[in-house]
């Protein structure tokens, strides 16, 4: 099949401008907090017959790209600002590079604050409205309750997000939504059910999986627990007023990993110890691999492995792809961690 693209420049179609320049164009689409990022190297040198150069980028300029085949049709990317441009040589190449257009702004500027007697949701909500987009909440984490937060010099990106970590959660902003949902459900920032992939070994040209061990707890994980979600478990403790002393709380099964840090209450405790065991069940495997080029791949998605050796976990979560075209060719490479379908409502453990 013949790879494709389009591109868009502030609303106009440069697809044909750029086609025979094009030295590579590469995608990066992330899971959580970062940015997805554009990048394009087009050959700089002048037309042999004409003596004319490839128009200059201007920063700031809204891209839009759709990747795929001629065959079977493209696939949206997204849109993306230009905020990164350098001129090479010899010889003379420009590479423009561009981020996800809704991570802009002052959403990223630092900003000092206090939050009273609210909750999660209404939190997102108002920093939503302040910054042009629309709150966008899953309804665990929109209710969880907030006592007091201080939000001193830091960005409203970085104060949203700090908070839903600790429910396991993430805040980002997607097609003029701020969105606020758990990580590892195999949806979408946008709240929407991804569709769910498989992947065979002879459509890649090379693959990794690594099981690693969990070293603080004492315990090597073995391939067959990890593929289970099985293993050990989080300890952490907080400080009980009443009866004036250290209460430990834990999630999951021993041998424990104990964390680093006390809590100020049972409830910050719970919410830390199910939010670390979902993590570290997750990171107990990480898969990678590269192959051919399929637009269908994207950050967050469901991957079920068919075809490999048996005893391998087969259902993964990605967090991570590459799409790049180059020389002609479009290939995709992918990150994955542990997928588990039971994995803890850490939001629920602040209600509770």
Known sequence: MRPAFRLLAGGADITANIKDRLLSLTYHDEAETKSDRLTIKLDDRPNRETGAHVALPVMGTKLALSLGYEETGMVAMGSFIVDDIKYNGAPATLEVGAKAADMAGPFRSPTSKSWN???????????????????????????VPVAHEDQTNESPMAFLNR?????????KPVNGFLVLAPKGTAKSVTGQSLPALSLRPE??????????ARKEAGEAAKTEDAAAGSGGGVRTRYWDKDKARMVEVTEG???????????????????????????KDREKAKFSASGVGDPRFQAEQRLTLVGFRPGLPTDWRVTKVEHKLENGGYSCSIDAEMFHENQADVASKSRQ
Do not use: C, M
């Open 163 to 171: 908070l839903a970590a600790k429910h396991d959660g993430i805040a």
């Open 117 to 143: 007697d609210t909750t999660l949701g209404a939190i997102a909500g108002e920093i939503a409205e302040a910054h042009g987009y629309k709150a966008k909440v899953a309804p665990t984490l929109g209710a």
């Open 203 to 212: 459509r890649l040209s090379k693959w990794q999986i690594q099981v690693s």
């Open 253 to 279: 099964k021993p041998p424990y990993q104990n964390t680093r840090f006390a809590w100020a209450d049972a409830k910050d405790a719970k919410a830390n110890a199910a939010s670390e065991k979902n993590r």
